[in-house]
């Protein structure tokens, strides 16, 4: 049996505009689309449908709700996990704002650490479902006594929406999780190595896909959503639980995210996607010059751009760094510095100079 999953979403427009709203609106149509071209009658949903929290506008809700609607007719079930950008409390699973979909022909909304049986024709597969949860290790353990109770057997197969320990949720600043969490009495760390006892696992939460080891992985987003998200492909999974292989269909149509400098722009073809230009110590009158120029010529969809100093001034910063700690460390750093052609005493007169001018 194939199952088709994907994850944050985050449903929301951006910046009072109804664009973004609309990519995410086609993204889970498309997603809808995928599964109905392969045949595929379950899809699973791993959390953070919608991205406000707590209010959700009219026009968000109700575009949402038309999509899911026109696409489920009773021919397609849609299993939806609760992430955190679902909740109203992230200790009562009982409330949020995807509950309300349950009502349309074939949603199930999964708000407890628990097993699904999914069905296609004669087939029946187990499937175990984590939540958000600040608790996983005891979650856990509940998904492995619902298995037990289910009669779940050969392969086993957990879809769950929690921080795991080492994951990248920053690609462009290499930005790593670090997860922790207070577990009988110890300080227990939450890596990839609390799912051992199971054969795959996917997650929701972080948005960039990546594969923390053999068996476990994390979805992504379908879609761009933000500039921390720049440069990154997106795809949703096709599973196949008969032999554990999957299919990774990417998406090829969503607006992307640029991160460039002045000199990149000409290499990308930016009409319609979001950028930021990191510029160095511009006037305003030219920084508007630019703005002008990409908007109308470029015709970008959202264009930020960002101040960023300059790279001597990061030097400097760096310097001052180790140089205002102790004078001495200038001496020595300067003795054992590859610097023959350079005046040595001078270089250490100015950096007790900076020291004494920091200190």
Same mark, same amino acid.
């Given at each position: 049996?194939?199952?088709?999953?994907?994850?944050?979403?985050?449903?929301?427009?951006?910046?009072?505009?109804?664009?973004?709203?609309?990519?995410?609106?086609?993204?889970?149509? $498309?997603?809808?689309?995928?599964?109905?071209?392969?045949?595929?009658?379950?899809?699973?949903?791993?959390?953070?449908?919608?991205?406000?929290?707590?209010?959700?506008?009219?026009?968000?809700?109700?575009?949402?709700? /038309?999509?899911?609607?026109?696409?489920?007719?009773?021919?397609?079930?849609?299993?939806?996990?609760?992430?955190?950008?679902?909740? $109203?409390?992230?200790?009562?699973?009982?409330?949020?704002?995807?509950?309300?979909?349950?009502?349309?022909?074939?949603?199930?909304?999964?708000?407890?650490?628990?097993?699904?049986?999914?069905?296609?024709?004669? %087939?029946?597969?187990?499937?175990?479902?984590?939540?958000?949860?600040?608790?996983?290790?005891?979650?856990?353990?509940?998904? %492995?006594?619902?298995?037990?109770a289910k009669g779940g057997k050969n392969m086993k197969v957990l879809g769950g929406h929690i921080?795991?320990?080492?994951?990248?949720?920053?690609?462009?600043?290499?930005?790593?999780?670090?997860?922790?969490?207070?577990?009988?009495?110890?300080?227990?760390?939450?890596?990839?190595?609390?799912?051992?006892?199971?054969?795959?696992?996917?997650?929701?939460?972080?948005?960039?896909?990546?594969?923390?080891?053999?068996?476990?992985?994390?979805?992504?987003?379908?879609?761009?959503?933000?500039f921390g998200e720049a440069f990154q492909s997106k795809h949703v999974i096709v599973f196949d639980?008969?032999?554990?292989?999957?299919?990774?269909?990417?998406?090829?149509?969503?607006?992307?995210?640029?991160?460039?400098?002045?000199?990149?722009?000409? /290499?990308?073809?930016?009409?319609?996607?979001?950028?930021?230009?990191?510029?160095? /110590?511009?006037?305003?009158?030219?920084?508007?010059?630019?703005?002008?120029?990409?908007? @109308?010529?470029?015709?970008?969809?959202?264009? @930020?751009?960002?101040?960023?100093?300059?790279?001597?001034?990061?030097?400097?910063?760096?310097?001052?760094?180790?140089?205002?700690?102790?004078?001495?460390?200038?001496?020595?750093?300067?003795?054992?510095?590859?610097?023959?052609?350079?005046?040595?005493?001078?270089?250490?007169?100015?950096?007790?100079?900076?020291?004494?001018?920091?200190?």
């Amino acid at each position: 049996m194939k199952v088709l999953i994907f994850s944050d979403l985050h449903i929301h427009p951006h910046k009072r505009s109804s664009e973004r709203l609309d990519h995410c609106i086609e993204a889970l149509d $498309w997603v809808f689309r995928t599964a109905s071209e392969r045949k595929i009658k379950n899809i699973i949903f791993l959390g953070d449908l919608f991205h406000d929290r707590q209010k959700i506008d009219v026009l968000t809700y109700q575009k949402t709700f /038309d999509v899911l609607e026109k696409n489920l007719k009773g021919k397609t079930n849609l299993f939806l996990l609760l992430g955190n950008h679902d909740l $109203w409390h992230y200790q009562k699973l009982d409330v949020s704002s995807v509950n309300p979909l349950k009502s349309l022909p074939g949603v199930k909304v999964i708000n407890a650490p628990s097993v699904e049986i999914i069905r296609e024709g004669d %087939e029946e597969f187990p499937f175990g479902f984590l939540p958000y949860t600040h608790n996983p290790i005891e979650d856990l353990k509940a998904v %492995e006594k619902d298995w037990k109770a289910k009669g779940g057997k050969n392969m086993k197969v957990l879809g769950g929406h929690i921080s795991v320990d080492g994951a990248v949720w920053n690609v462009k600043y290499k930005t790593m999780s670090e997860v922790t969490i207070e577990h009988d009495g110890d300080m227990i760390r939450v890596g990839s190595g609390i799912f051992s006892s199971w054969d795959r696992v996917f997650l929701g939460h972080y948005h960039a896909e990546q594969k923390l080891d053999e068996k476990v992985e994390y979805v992504g987003s379908p879609l761009q959503l933000s500039f921390g998200e720049a440069f990154q492909s997106k795809h949703v999974i096709v599973f196949d639980s008969s032999d554990g292989n999957c299919e990774y269909i990417e998406n090829t149509f969503s607006p992307k995210h640029y991160i460039l400098k002045e000199d990149e722009l000409a /290499d990308h073809d930016l009409e319609g996607h979001f950028v930021r230009l990191e510029v160095e /110590d511009i006037a305003s009158r030219q920084m508007t010059e630019i703005r002008q120029s990409l908007m @109308e010529n470029s015709k970008v969809s959202s264009l @930020e751009i960002k101040q960023i100093q300059k790279q001597e001034d990061h030097a400097i910063k760096d310097a001052k760094a180790i140089l205002y700690k102790e004078e001495e460390m200038l001496e020595k750093y300067v003795e054992q510095a590859n610097s023959e052609n350079l005046d040595k005493d001078t270089l250490i007169k100015i950096g007790t100079e900076i020291c004494r001018e920091t200190a």
